[in-house]
């Protein structure tokens, strides 16, 4: 298999194997501008979730089935261009994710005062930041799977209203296994979130805004990365309430649950995914979400129009069945099954051996950073926590660039040249990193690791969404997730090993996994804009 491998991303013929369910009893007017709430409620009455007997049918429109379908539903969102409408989807889905960076980076900087607090051991201690994975395993394969068979939209809702309210309900807890509890299933909303959002940026952008866009809410996880520092900087080190209930770290927990019910809020204006509603044949709620694209300035009647014609020679009679909990079940086994299918099995390994390496590296080395900054590497001298603080805001800072750069020439370049650059600078930034061992020249040396490791991750959103199609991209995008949580709990199991005796492991293998995942970004498929 050469580099220069080309696979029609979104090229899968599925026929009848993902059977959606759908209702033809609700009809919503195309030509009406898009009420959210009419929206809403024509989705809860057509597919409830795990209720009884529903119309199912085969896919009513594959990735694979009819180009034209997509070419015209691309056409609509190239016409509508960058409007308010899709400004507040990207909007919301970067406060989505800035919400699920913070619930991911708060307990690596409030641990040692929840720990202090709540008289834990290392051991306990340790298990802190761990549980937060092991519920994002869960709620990676789960949600993924639901936001293909329920909707995208509605999924967001449920696991950010989750992440949110187990967040602020762990930072009243009183008890060691409570707390363990609540930050397991936020963990599980967190897991659910991650998936969907740039699965749902993705069906609102068209193809040739779609790298810049995704980019652009990628950026969010930096920001959070900066808030998570900030907000720790500002009022970690202050002795609030340390006599009390209110500690600093329960107003710290609780201020950084606050984006996930804003994020609940701002998609309560939004509409479900155009292109979902289409693979699951509710073409009149597609085409009305669609519409709501429209402005004064910018009329999509004769878009529209073409895309409804397409749509209505698509229509497939529909076969009645019934949803027990077991078809439930072998509906999520199945989704990942097929991500396995030959049509897609070659492009699930090859991201599988890219994502990994470079999250084993990364996270292991980068969720133990304070601890490597309080430390100083071989110097022996303690930092003050709030110098930890702001060394780590410096170090979220010096992202910013990377992911700029992500947001202007991915469009221009491609994802690949960006990624295996991105790959090689990171390994070659570790191993100089490795040759220094005063604090300061450790700082910059991590900043520049941070900076030249950003577009990874934001060409691994990118590429996820763009190589699967529509009727699998939650699914993928929560399976890939939920290896990357079995990775980051064994990387930061195995770093902590080592990082309190001497970083040499740490950076060493950080080095040889960015270099390793360089070489198989080679075999990256690449990606030809058919299809949503």
Request: hydrophobic fraction near 50%; include cysteine.
């Amino acid at each position: 298999m050469s580099s220069n491998t080309s696979i029609v991303a979104d090229n899968a013929n599925y026929g009848s194997s993902l059977r959606p369910m759908i209702d033809n009893d609700i009809e919503i007017k195309s030509a009406a501008i898009i009420d959210p709430q009419i929206l809403e409620q024509e989705e809860e009455e057509e597919e409830p979730m795990g209720r009884g007997d529903k119309e199912a049918a085969v896919p009513l429109i594959s990735d694979s089935s009819d180009a034209q379908v997509w070419d015209a539903y691309d056409a609509v969102l190239s016409k509508a261009g960058i409007s308010f409408k899709l400004f507040l989807v990207v909007l919301c889905s970067g406060i989505g994710l800035l919400s699920d960076t913070l619930e991911i980076m708060s307990i690596s900087f409030a641990k040692n005062d929840i720990s202090k607090h709540l008289g834990l051991s290392r051991q306990e201690e340790s298990t802190l930041a761990g549980v937060l994975f092991a519920g994002m395993l869960v709620g990676g394969l789960f949600w993924g799977r639901a936001a293909d068979i329920y909707g995208r939209r509605r999924v967001l809702l449920i696991s950010l209203s989750l992440n949110g309210t187990c967040a602020a309900a762990s930072a009243i807890t009183d008890t060691f296994w409570a707390f363990l509890l609540a930050r397991f299933f936020s963990g599980i909303g967190v897991g659910g979130s991650l998936p969907i959002i740039f699965s749902y940026v993705s069906e609102w952008v068209p193809r040739r805004l779609k790298g810049g866009a995704i980019s652009v809410v990628a950026t969010c996880w930096v920001v959070g990365s900066i808030l998570a520092a900030g907000l720790a900087w500002a009022i970690l080190p202050y002795n609030i309430g340390a006599n009390g209930f209110w500690a600093a770290w329960r107003i710290y927990l609780l201020v950084c649950s606050l984006p996930s019910f804003i994020a609940v809020f701002l998609y309560g204006f939004l509409a479900e995914s155009p292109a979902f509603l289409i693979q699951k044949g509710r073409h009149l709620a597609a085409i009305s979400a669609l519409r709501s694209l429209s402005s004064n300035s910018n009329n999509l009647d004769q878009e529209l129009g073409h895309l409804k014609r397409l749509l209505e020679d698509k229509i497939q009679p529909t076969s009645s069945q019934t949803f027990t909990c077991w078809s439930i079940v072998k509906e999520f086994v199945w989704g990942v099954v097929e991500l396995f299918s030959p049509e897609l099995w070659l492009t699930t390994v090859i991201l599988i051996c890219v994502i990994l390496p470079v999250h084993f590296g990364y996270y292991g080395f980068m969720l133990w950073f304070p601890e490597y900054i309080r430390n100083t590497a071989h110097s022996g001298t303690v930092v003050p926590p709030d110098e930890v603080y702001k060394d780590s805001l410096y170090v979220s800072l010096a992202s910013l660039p990377g992911n700029i750069i992500s947001v202007f020439l991915t469009d221009v370049v491609g994802p690949k040249p960006i990624l295996c650059v991105s790959q090689i600078l990171s390994a070659g930034s570790v191993f100089l990193l490795w040759q220094f061992n005063s604090p300061e020249q450790t700082i910059i040396l991590t900043c520049v690791f941070n900076a030249v490791t950003a577009p990874i991750f934001n060409m691994v959103d990118f590429l996820i969404p763009a190589l699967y199609p529509a009727s699998s991209r939650g699914t993928a995008f929560g399976f890939h997730c939920s290896l990357i949580r079995v990775i980051m709990i064994a990387a930061t199991w195995m770093f902590s090993l080592f990082i309190d005796s001497s970083p040499t492991f740490p950076i060493l293998i950080t080095a040889f996994l960015m270099l390793s995942s360089a070489l198989v970004s080679l075999f990256v498929p690449n990606v030809r804009a058919v299809g949503h």
